[in-house]
């Protein structure tokens, strides 16, 4: 059996190393690699290749832009031709990207089926990117891999059946073990992590304002480790507001998945709007205030592990002074860390089906 897998931003990258693991193993399933080139820098997308050991991909198709409808537009393009010539069986996507979402349509409108991995989620906001992927993509998927059980619910609200939906866990989760009870303190350690890049945030200058005030007043109180997202940097530097970061506040570039995983499992409070990085968090037991209205993964909010915060004047600041030493419900919520290994199985059992 022949399977497409159709990577191309940070998250991406770190999901699918789990399972291009265990297929790399064998030969029965038979795995190309697709990068959209949505993500370029050596800090958002080569680094990870190389830590996570992730095969190289057979086609870069080298899609840069700002804008989203060109983004994904593009990518439906190039896709189609790389599926035209290969003719896999299935085609896989993760997340919710425009890579995702491109990788989805391309595939579907040449009837090649599609398997979502972390289909389900939903932030019930329609102005976000995200959202619009996730259900998009959802709808042209024929097997839907969920996380968790309310991902699932989502789906059959829906209306898809009952038999397209396979709950397996988080597949971050796996990669995630496989890391961090290594991680041993042997550098410096900060008391705040914050990555910032939602549009929601990084497309208003007063709200982007407010954060560096709100973080510039707890750099007084706490060490605060900030690596910049590329997107993040060009535009604080369009609103030429960089400068603007106290100098106690530690910027740096994007970093690897380890090191990452180091600074959050020793930090106290992540501060973020980042989906990936709340679940992370909670993996690791590390608080989190996600500057968002709403988010994705609502378990981790009722499990007292995530609070929602507006990027409004001290709002940050004071939120942090009440939670950051609090620890939420010792609960799991996405799996056992096996999420890769499930869909392994799955995907043996549909290759047995379709040799017979
Ligand atoms: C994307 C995903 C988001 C995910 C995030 C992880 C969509 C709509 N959003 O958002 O779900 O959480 O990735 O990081 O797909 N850029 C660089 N260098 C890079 C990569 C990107 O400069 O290496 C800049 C470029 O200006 C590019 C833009 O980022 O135009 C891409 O923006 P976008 O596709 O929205 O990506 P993210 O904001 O990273």
Not at 186 to 196: C, G, L, P, S
Request: some cysteine.
């Amino acid at each position: 059996m022949k399977i497409v897998t159709i990577i191309g931003a940070r998250p991406q990258f770190i999901k699918a190393s789990a399972l291009s693991k265990l297929i790399k193993k064998q030969k029965k399933i038979k795995e190309i690699i697709i990068h959209t080139g949505q993500h370029y820098d050596y800090e958002m997308s080569k680094i990870f290749f190389n830590q996570l050991k992730i095969p190289k991909p057979k086609y870069n198709l080298n899609i840069k832009s700002n804008y989203h409808g060109e983004m994904t537009g593009k990518m439906v393009i190039e896709i189609e031709k790389v599926l035209l010539k290969e003719k896999p069986d299935y085609t896989i996507v993760y997340g919710d990207t425009n890579s995702t979402l491109a990788g989805a349509l391309a595939s579907k409108k040449l009837c090649i089926p599609v398997i979502h991995i972390e289909a389900g989620l939903r932030s019930f906001s329609k102005n976000m990117p995200e959202e619009i992927n996730r259900v998009l993509t959802d709808h042209c998927s024929d097997i839907l891999f969920t996380p968790s059980k309310l991902a699932g619910q989502n789906l059959k609200k829906e209306g898809f059946s009952k038999n397209s939906i396979i709950r397996v866990g988080d597949i971050m989760y796996d990669v995630f073990l496989t890391f961090f009870n290594k991680l041993k303190k042997n550098k410096i350690t900060y008391d705040i992590v914050v990555t910032i890049h939602r549009p929601e945030n990084t497309n208003s200058k007063t709200k982007m304002l407010n954060i560096i005030q709100n973080l510039n007043d707890l750099s007084h109180k706490y060490s605060i480790l900030f690596p910049i997202h590329p997107r993040t940097k060009k535009i604080l530097e369009k609103y030429k507001i960089l400068k603007l970061l106290s100098k106690k506040i530690k910027v740096t570039k994007p970093m690897s998945y380890k090191n990452i995983l180091y600074y959050l499992k020793f930090a106290n409070l992540l501060i973020t709007d980042s989906g990936g990085m709340q679940k992370e968090a909670f993996f690791s037991k590390t608080q989190t205030l996600t500057i968002r209205d709403e988010t994705e993964w609502p378990e981790t909010v009722f499990a007292n592990w995530n609070t929602l915060v507006q990027p409004i004047k001290s709002k940050i600041y004071n939120l942090t002074l009440e939670r950051i030493f609090l620890k939420g419900k010792k609960i799991k919520l996405y799996g056992n860390g096996n999420c890769s290994k499930i869909i392994f199985k799955t995907l043996k059992k549909i290759s047995k089906v379709k040799s017979e």
